[in-house]
């Protein structure tokens, strides 16, 4: 299990070629309007092949923090990885 | 209510959908086929290459529209730079060539005139085509047909349909709303970049270049690209290397044995995108669904090339699709694998043999025989007496 993470695209690089999104595997459709994962919420599976996959390698993360998260409402993965740091 | 109705609803009109439209329609459906995009094909993620039997199969005539370059044949090389020319001038004068009454081999497309294209040829056939129009969702309704969430400029339409079609390409998510795995794996998605450029010569030949040092886990290529123009690129699998495709072609351009050559080079445009090098997708249907294109993963594993088997698997699709809903069929998951059973028939069980044969290549630890074993496939794949058949 790995701790949340919260996605950047630096969109000057960025070519828009969907491969992050072709080797992600969130169930539900976990993307941005630009063919890209999203960044716009954490993701709590963060096995990092979209980074790896990048052409580019436009894509950085940061921990997830509670205010990543819609209304602030974590979720069990957050918090798993929460106690597990401390 | 839904707002609309049809037979069949085709998400994305890249060539797999606009080859599934247009001959669905022809066969006497009512189809809706839509594409997020306001210019079909850009920003272009596709270096063209296509044959002209790939074309011809299901009757799309090569038409200056969206001809870059005729294409002859093929050099491979291996990591030294030695080659092996595979030039149907010269194996089959009297039929190859650039004169009148002859043929070229194949093309190099512009997909963006390409793409439009096939859409135009579609909508000639009775298709409806909805431009700036984003999929959504799909619901599977009580009385066995579908509704499907467009987004359509600034509107949320519903369309009700007896089956949906995702061909929405590499980042396909159509899969997903019905809960299929289309996830490709790391180890199989080869990451790409290629530049079109100026001051490179071509010899109306696709150029291949193998070798773990240019193209760790991928190949690099050369072609020609019209009006004096090259392309050059390449595909790393992200598992064999450190360097992104990016800092690999920059390497390959300034290291390899072909530095003389790309000395001048002026680059053009900045293309890339993902290549999947893997299986297709074991289960390509649900109820109400099937994929085709580079949303099934159907494309040919060890070349990387996907328009052929998107043109094919559209043709595919579209006779599936004909069929069952003349003979007045349910649209259950159960009725639309019979679309793969058709595909994997037809197309699907071939490529499960090359991708064997691409497994095998890329399971070999040892560096130069891993470079022997994909330069021999490849050499062997192009040659006119392959034993692969060609897809
Ligand atoms: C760098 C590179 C070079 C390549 N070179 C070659 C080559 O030389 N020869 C070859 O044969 N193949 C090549 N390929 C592979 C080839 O480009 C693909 O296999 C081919 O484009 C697949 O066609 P498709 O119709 O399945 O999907 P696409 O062409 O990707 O079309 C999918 C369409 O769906 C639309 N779409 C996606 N989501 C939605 C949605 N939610 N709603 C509405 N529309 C949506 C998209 O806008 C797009 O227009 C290359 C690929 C890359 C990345
Ligand atoms: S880390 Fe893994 S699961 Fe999360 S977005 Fe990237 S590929 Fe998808
Ligand atoms: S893989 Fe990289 S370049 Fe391609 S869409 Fe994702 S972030 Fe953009």
Redesign the pocket.
């Known amino acids: 299990m790995n701790k949340p993470v919260l996605f950047d695209i630096n969109w000057n690089a960025c070519i828009n070629?969907g491969a992050c999104v072709a080797v992600c595997p969130q169930e539900e459709p976990f993307i941005s309007p630009f063919d890209t994962i999203a960044i716009d919420r954490p993701c709590d599976i963060a096995c990092m092949v979209c980074e790896m996959i990048c052409p580019v390698t436009t894509i950085t993360h940061r921990d997830a923090v509670p205010s990543d998260y819609p209304e602030g409402k974590v979720t069990e993965a957050f918090r798993e990885g929460e106690k597990r740091q401390n | 209510m839904p707002d609309f109705s049809y037979d069949i609803v085709i998400?994305?009109?890249?060539?797999?959908?606009a080859t599934t439209a247009r001959l669905a329609a022809e066969q006497g459906l009512n189809v809706l086929l839509?594409?997020?995009?306001q210019e079909?094909?850009a920003p272009v993620?596709?270096?063209?290459?296509?044959s002209r039997h790939a074309m011809e199969e299901v009757g799309v005539e090569p038409v200056d529209e969206f001809i870059h370059e005729a294409i002859y044949g093929f050099a491979i090389y291996n990591e030294k730079g030695e080659k092996k020319t595979i030039d149907y001038r010269q194996l089959a004068p009297e039929k190859y060539g650039p004169e009148q009454g002859k043929t070229p081999l194949g093309y190099v497309v512009d997909?963006r005139r390409f793409?439009r294209r096939l859409m135009t040829l579609a909508e000639r056939e009775g298709v409806e085509t909805w431009l700036k129009?984003?999929?959504?969702g799909y619901e599977v309704l009580p009385d066995g047909t579908c509704e499907v969430t467009i987004h359509h400029f600034n509107e949320v339409k519903k369309v009700k349909a007896k089956v949906v079609v995702g061909?929405?390409?590499?980042?396909?998510?159509?899969g997903k709303w019905a809960g299929l795995r289309t996830q490709i794996r790391l180890t199989e998605l080869a990451s790409?970049?290629?530049f079109v450029v100026d001051k490179v010569e071509t010899e109306g030949l696709l150029e291949i270049i193998t070798g773990h040092e240019w193209a760790p886990g991928g190949y690099a290529w050369v072609?020609p690209k019209g009006y004096g123009y090259a392309e050059i690129?390449l595909?790393v699998v992200p598992t064999f290397t450190k360097n992104n495709a990016q800092q690999q072609v920059d390497y390959f351009m300034k290291s390899s044995f072909f530095k003389e050559r790309f000395k001048d080079a002026r680059i053009l445009e900045v293309?890339?995108?993902?290549?999947p090098l893997a299986a297709p997708l074991k289960i390509q249907y649900a109820d109400n669904m099937i994929l085709?294109?580079?949303?099934a993963r159907?494309?040919n594993p060890i070349t990387?090339?996907?328009?052929?088997?998107?043109l094919s698997g559209g043709k595919i699709a579209a006779d599936f699709l004909a069929q069952t809903i003349k003979n007045g069929n349910d649209f259950s998951a159960k009725i639309m694998k019979g679309y793969q059973d058709n595909w994997l028939e037809q197309l699907g069980n071939k490529m499960w043999k090359l991708y064997d044969v691409k497994t095998e290549i890329f399971k070999t630890e040892d560096i130069p025989e891993r470079d022997r074993l994909l330069y021999g496939t490849m050499s062997d794949y192009f040659s006119p007496n392959s034993e692969y058949k060609k897809i």
């Open positions: 070629c | 998400i994305g009109s890249g060539p797999a959908g839509v594409d997020k995009k079909l094909g993620q596709c270096s063209g290459a296509i997909r793409d129009a984003e999929a959504k061909a929405d390409g590499l980042q396909s998510i159509v790409c970049l290629q072609f690129g595909g293309q890339g995108g993902g290549v085709v294109g580079d949303a159907h494309v990387g090339g996907g328009l052929h088997t998107a």
